[in-house]
């Protein structure tokens, strides 16, 4: 299977101009330094944090940046990077009450071309005073099948202490996922790690010194507002991630480290680094944070009726379902409840959820799940946080949900489906089989597991048999917390063939060598 966009790829020099602009005003501090640079209140507006585009549809998407002081977005497009014939958007005035951050909706794009975009800054004083422009480039999804659909994903960045370390060029898994230009990249979630310090240097087994560009913000745990805001904007201290993230859009959900390890609305933390313990307070700050960092099509920044879950429809043959299994799940116990209705999701996601995939019309249904399914994830000694909780019988507490959804899947006839997520720290396969299952009342269906993108690596966990897994294929270390230096980062890329509509996942890692790979043929129910 090949992958052609409709038009030429933006030039490297073109691309890379964007990146150096994106860089001009932001110097990596020294290790051991503090965060980002002072802002100079004189001259033009700089946007030295890069670019993003977002929840790229067919005709629509959303532009991110950054400002070092109060200015007035404004995003321009062309179909060239000469910006002949540029359309002007004008976005919000950026200020102090989103960190300097703003997002510009653009709408009425082509389908299936390449955007070229750039963002200036302008002074609210006087709007004939702008920045330097920095520059980005997207595909919009295709509104036929010609041309096929190719996207990445992974998670888990800048977790338990390993952050960017400069002696290995930084994340340059990041340049990797680049070279590939996927037509975007869905990242399932643990964006930051809040409730991990990253500290100067750390010592591995073998002696080895694995050092750390560090920030004021993330040498602690993140309570405040700015602390948080602090944690989204370390990673964009990457020259990796910016280059990334001005060359290709993504797709962005959140898990637990957003907030801290395994929370759950209104869990009071046992943490003692912690002076504000409430999780609900802490997350409604993340989630603050987090709508100002990520262009995210449901949750802009102040909109009090934001989610996180959402679909985001890639032409004829790919819809993405963007699930939130951490807003509205109950808490972690030991999971045997005979009767859950709120269970990992809550009872208005499912429904949603439900009935969107019973509308879709795609040929493939992405599930993008921030948990896994059948792989138990412990809190704990006796408490559970994920789905499974190890019983192989009948579904019990979280899984009941599972169940049902598995269920309407099969009996609506809902053809395509497939999982994919990460926060386990390794990578893996499992197809799930009724007939190995103790509950039988679904059709076959995969779970593809990548990551950690940036973070420590971990053992597997053991599988659950309600549904049936099996366990296909697996790569993951053998003792816990081993760094990108001892286990690679992982991310995985899908492609689907415009012609015959199959669907390819291969497991990949740093290097982009590929471990595993699996073809799935179009029209079954379930998968």
Known sequence: MSHRPSHPLPGRRGVLRGAVAASAGLALPAVGGVAAPAFALSGRPEAGWGVQAG?????????????????????????????????????PLVGPGTDFTGTTRLHGLPSGEQIHYRVLLADPDDPRRTGKPVTGTFRTAAAGRRGGVRFLWSGDIAGQGWGINPDRGGNRVYEDMR?????????????????????????????????????????????????????????????????????????????????????????????????????????????????????????????????????????????????????????????????????????????????????SRATWKVIASDMPLGLVVTDGATNFEAVAQGDPGAPLGRELQIAELLRHIKHQRITGTLWLTADVHYTSAQHYEPSNAAFQDFEPFWEFVSGPLAAGGFQATKLDGTFGPRQVFIKAPSRANTSPMETPPYFGEVEIDGGSGELTVRLRQEGGDVLFAQTLQPGRVGQ
């Open 55 to 91: 929840d790229v549809t067919a005709h629509s998407g959303l532009i991110w940046a950054r400002a070092d002081r109060p200015a007035r977005m404004i995003v321009e497009t062309s179909a060239t990077e000469s910006f002949k014939r540029a359309t002007r958007w004008h976005g």
């Open 179 to 359: 070279a590939l230009d996927p037509d975007f990249f869905l990242c399932s979630g643990d964006n930051i790690y809040a409730d991990s310090p990253i500290l100067p240097s750390v010592t591995l087994p073998d002696g080895r010194v694995w050092r750390n560009v560090t920030t004021e913000e993330k040498s602690k745990v993140a309570q405040t507002l700015a602390d948080f805001r602090g944690a989204f904007r370390y990673n964009l201290l990457d020259d990796n991630v910016r280059r990334f993230n001005a060359q290709v859009p993504t797709i962005t959900q959140w898990d637990d480290h957003e907030v801290h390890n395994n929370w759950y609305p209104g869990q009071i933390l046992d943490d003692d680094r912690y002076t504000e313990k409430n999780t609900d307070v802490l997350s409604a700050r993340s989630l603050r944070a987090f709508s100002e960092y990520f262009p995210i099509s449901t949750l802009g920044p102040g909109d009090k009726d934001g989610r996180v879950y959402r679909v985001l429809r890639q032409g004829p043959l790919l819809d993405v379902f963007v699930l939130d299994m951490r807003t509205y799940r109950n808490a972690n116990s030991p999971d045997r409840q005979p009767d859950d209705a709120t269970g990992i999701l809550g009872a208005e996601q499912l429904a949603w959820l439900k009935r969107e995939l019973s509308r």
